[in-house]
């Protein structure tokens, strides 16, 4: 009865060998995307052992004896504008969540009849050209003294990103059910409570891919860095820029500076890719 039960349970057809071929080769056309995607990374890293004959050299050499004079040199100016990158990202990626945050719990769960405008007006800031607003920037900030401080270029990437946070955490808080908040309400929650200790938990995710995105966009901004700083509080992106000279552009010098400025943000976001993906696909199936 075994055998006779063993013979006429269903059997698993064969793959197809077209179908393994499409396989294989969809495989193939992924990594040699993603290798084009990564090759100039990867080059530049080489060039960052070179010499400065080396990396200029036509055609490219390949194979050669790798130095680190390039990396020395670069940690001579590196320690200070890591710090600025530092402060001004993280502070700026703070100051957004705490202006952000509330506006958007309050455009989802205590709507006016302009919280739809004000939302999509804060979407359009970003859509301005930066090169269209520097100067009124830059005479506002020269009269405000905030030219060349940690604390100007902080504030000025706060604008940058604050309007990213509010549309990203509208989107997240509005996954939220009504339903639990106004429980809250009849148990006598107050409305610091609804949003410390009932919203907040619940939008953790959307809150860490928020987040890393706020922290990308700040540490790797360069246009308003070069314009509203110069030696005080001048960020990684200007660290690099110093690089270009009336002497030339010294390219393995830039290329280890810039796996240096690199590596910190690509550590950040392989580690917490995980919530990255968790935070950007809430919500997206019901």
């Not at 969540?97 to 800031?125: C, E, H, N, Q």
């Not at 990203?168 to 609804?194: F, N, R, T």
């Not at 009932?198 to 809150?207: F, K, Q, V």
């Amino acid at each position: 009865m075994m055998t006779a039960a063993r013979r006429s349970s269903p059997q698993k057809p064969p793959s197809h060998p077209w179908r393994m071929f499409q396989n294989v080769s969809l495989g193939l056309l992924a990594w040699l995307i993603a290798l084009a995607f990564f090759f100039p990374i990867l080059w530049m890293i080489f060039s960052a052992f070179k010499t400065e004959d080396q990396a200029f050299a036509t055609p490219p050499i390949i194979f050669f004896q790798p130095i680190f004079d390039n990396f020395v040199k670069a940690f001579a100016k590196y320690g200070h504008a890591l710090l600025n990158s530092l402060l001004v990202a993280f502070g700026s990626t703070i100051l957004s969540f705490v202006l952000g945050l509330p506006a958007a719990f309050s455009m989802v769960f205590y709507p006016t009849k302009r919280s739809r405008g004000t939302l999509l007006w804060f979407v359009s800031t970003k859509m301005m050209p930066p090169v269209g607003v520097i100067v009124p920037l830059y005479l506002i900030f020269k009269d405000l003294h905030l030219l060349d401080t940690v604390w100007g270029l902080t504030l000025m990437y706060t604008t940058m990103n604050m309007p990213l946070v509010i549309w990203m955490m509208h989107s997240y808080i509005s996954e939220i059910p009504s339903e639990i908040l106004e429980a809250a309400k009849v148990d006598g929650a107050s409305l610091m409570q609804e949003f410390f200790n009932i919203a907040m938990p619940l939008a953790t995710p959307g809150i860490a891919s928020t987040a890393l995105l706020c922290l990308i966009f700040a540490w790797n901004e360069a246009f308003f860095a070069l314009n509203l700083t110069n030696v005080d509080a001048a960020p990684l992106s200007v660290y690099i820029s110093a690089f270009k000279t009336s002497e030339g552009l010294f390219w393995a010098g830039l290329s280890a500076a810039a796996t240096l400025v690199i590596l910190p943000v690509m550590a950040f976001g392989w580690s917490a890719q995980r919530q990255l993906i968790q935070g950007l696909t809430m919500g997206a199936v019901k």
